[in-house]
């Protein structure tokens, strides 16, 4: 079995082609991150128009690397939401076209559900687990017990993790994307100079919170800049490393709570925050204490790819989904039923 996975909820417009015995034979990722880089933010519509040029070329360029044509492929699975609605349903549109003209079976795949099912496509590891997925646009705990068997245990209630890391990094004048410029400052500082908030620790509960932080980020800097009149090197090194230090200590705290709460063999993390090597042994001691084992996929298919979507369309087929030309590209799609509607971003 072959599927084609096409994705393009967010600024990546990407395909795939991988196997029912989980080999991806091509990923490719066309990022729009310069096209974007101008506005401080993605922009929806320049985005979806450059999924709407970009999509066909990702497809042919991803058969074209796996030496195939589509006469080879089982199925096309496609993102159908959650995200920046012009570009779900530019990819959904362009799947659409390849199901019509060749008569292959269409599977609509939650974005979500695409990075939850990573570790099976990775390590092909057995339900139930648990997954953290912390990005630049999510962040939440979900426990999953099959390829649609998804329980939200909690979230961010504001930003997302990478959100707020993107945010400091502005305040303090590093380029974009933050997370990365952020670790880099962070490894030379003194995590305990500032005293930032440990924002929900007092509350019961996997819930999360990251705007507080920032905040708390930002009049430590105006404090500093109107006692000394700017920045010194040493003082952004420091507030990086407190905020790195409190993000880490947030996200393993309340990772330990969701261990408690679904004690399962396994705690797996998706989205570039997963990149961030203080945040990874934070997760990975919290999982050794509770007797789980650690699993961070390859950061190129932790961060949003067409391969994620091929394999969880793969996992959808077996269950007997299909989908018809009336497939809908959906803005919010929570993954249970029992989810509040995500903040920040519109997902
Ligand atoms: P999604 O739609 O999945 O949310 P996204 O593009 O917003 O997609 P990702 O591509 O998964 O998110 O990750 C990008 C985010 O990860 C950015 O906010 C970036 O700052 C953050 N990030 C990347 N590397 C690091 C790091 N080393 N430490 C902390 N954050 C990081
Ligand atoms: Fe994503």
Redesign the pocket.
């Known amino acids: 079995m072959i599927f084609l996975g096409i994705e393009s909820?967010?600024?990546?417009t990407a395909a795939a082609l991988v196997t029912g015995d989980r080999r991806i034979l091509s990923s490719v990722v066309s990022s729009q991150t310069a096209l974007h880089a101008d506005f401080g933010g993605i922009v929806p519509e320049i985005a979806a128009r450059a999924h709407a040029e970009r999509l066909d070329l990702a497809v042919e360029q991803a058969l074209a690397e796996a030496g195939l044509s589509l006469d080879a492929v089982t199925g096309i699975a496609v993102t159908a939401g959650p995200?920046l609605i012009g570009g779900v349903m530019a990819g959904v549109m362009c799947a659409k076209g390849i199901a019509a003209g060749t008569g292959l079976p269409l599977v609509g795949v939650n974005?979500l559900a695409g990075?939850a099912l990573t570790p099976r496509l990775t390590d092909g590891v057995d339900f139930p687990y648990l997954m953290l997925?912390?990005?630049?646009?999510?962040c939440q705990f979900l426990r999953v017990d099959g390829p649609d068997a998804f329980t939200r245990l909690g979230g961010t209630i504001d930003d997302?993790?990478?959100?707020a890391?993107?945010k400091l990094?502005k305040l303090l004048a590093l380029p974009?994307?933050?997370?990365?410029?952020?670790?880099a400052e962070a490894a030379q500082g003194d995590p305990r100079r500032f005293p930032l908030p440990r924002p929900l620790l007092d509350r019961p509960g996997c819930d999360l919170s990251f705007s507080g932080l920032k905040t708390a980020a930002l009049r430590q800097r105006d404090a500093l800049i109107a006692a000394q009149g700017g920045l010194r090197t040493t003082d952004r090194r420091d507030l990086c490393a407190a905020f790195?230090s409190a993000?880490a200590e947030v996200l393993a705290e309340k990772s330990r709570r969701a261990l408690v709460l679904s004690p399962v063999p396994l705690l797996a993390v998706?989205?570039?925050?997963?990149?961030?090597?203080q945040?990874r042994a934070a997760l990975e001691h919290v999982a050794a204490e509770a007797g789980a084992r650690f699993l961070a996929p390859p950061l190129r298919l932790?961060?949003?790819n067409g391969a994620m979507i091929a394999w969880a369309g793969i996992e959808r087929f077996r269950l007997g989904h299909r989908d018809g030309m009336d497939l809908a590209a959906r803005p919010r799609w929570p993954l249970d039923g029992r989810a509040a509607p995500m903040l920040g971003?519109g997902?």
């Open positions: 909820s967010c600024d990546d995200g974005h990075h997925l912390v990005s630049g646009g999510h997302a993790p990478g959100e890391f993107d990094a974009q994307p933050g997370g990365p410029q952020v670790e790195q993000v998706a989205g570039g925050v997963a990149a961030n090597v945040i932790c961060t949003d971003h997902k």
